[in-house]
């Protein structure tokens, strides 16, 4: 819950997708659905949709909200999905909690899954963003290796995709960005707060220590 943040945010953060997934031309699978709040967002547009869950636990809490997420691996489950039946198959991010041979074979069955004029939808940590992995990459010890844009580009139209739009998300919040003056009277002022929040980034202590007591 700490390293994904609130399902109130995350709702905030994928109502517009779920909006655009209201026409695909099938039921939607949600794999590594967590917690339930995108396949929330598209029940409550009335979408057809179902979820793929690996985490026990996650399955569990799920139940009680009446979706439907089996617990399940999601290549394991799409290898027995009817060929042409899905309407999109989202990850929410997925890809880089999986391995290189893994990740091919995931967009291959995706392409075969999807009914003429589906949507894969990928969303992943971007690595060319030095804030994800001094803030948010390593919260999560699953995660297997970040995806660069470039290869999951040849990946996705290696499967035999054409259509691809990239969408960058998820901006860090003004607080923590460059301060950009407007005039020069702020300048010596802005200078001095991002020297402060560079030098947080990147010159921060390089170990940490944890003392807990009960």
Do not use: M
């Not at 031309?25 to 979408?47: H, K, T, W």
């Not at 057809?48 to 617990?71: F, H, M, Q």
Request: with cysteine.
């Amino acid at each position: 819950d700490v390293a994904r943040g609130s399902t109130e945010d995350i709702g905030v953060e994928y109502r517009e997708l779920a909006a655009r997934l209201g026409g695909a031309p099938g039921p939607v699978v949600d794999i590594g659905a967590g917690r339930g709040e995108f396949l929330e967002l598209l029940r409550e547009r009335d979408v057809p949709c179902w979820g793929i869950e690996i985490d026990e636990a996650l399955v569990r809490r799920a139940a009680g909200t009446g979706l439907d997420i089996p617990l399940s691996d999601g290549l394991d489950a799409l290898r027995e999905v009817p060929f042409g039946s899905l309407g999109a198959i989202v990850l929410l991010p997925v890809i880089d909690h999986r391995t290189p041979n893994e990740l091919l074979e995931l967009v291959e069955l995706s392409f075969d899954r999807l009914a003429p004029g589906g949507s894969l939808v990928l969303e992943t940590p971007n690595p060319q963003s030095l804030y994800v992995f001094a803030r948010a990459f390593w919260l999560d010890p699953t995660h297997s290796k970040p995806v660069h844009p470039v290869y999951l580009d040849f990946v996705v139209r290696r499967a035999g995709f054409l259509a691809l739009e990239f969408e960058w998300t998820a901006f860090p919040a003004e607080a923590e960005r460059l301060v950009e003056p407007s005039d020069d009277s702020e300048l010596a002022a802005a200078v001095a707060e991002n020297a402060r929040r560079v030098n947080a980034v990147v010159f921060a202590a390089q170990n940490y220590r944890v003392v807990a007591r009960r």
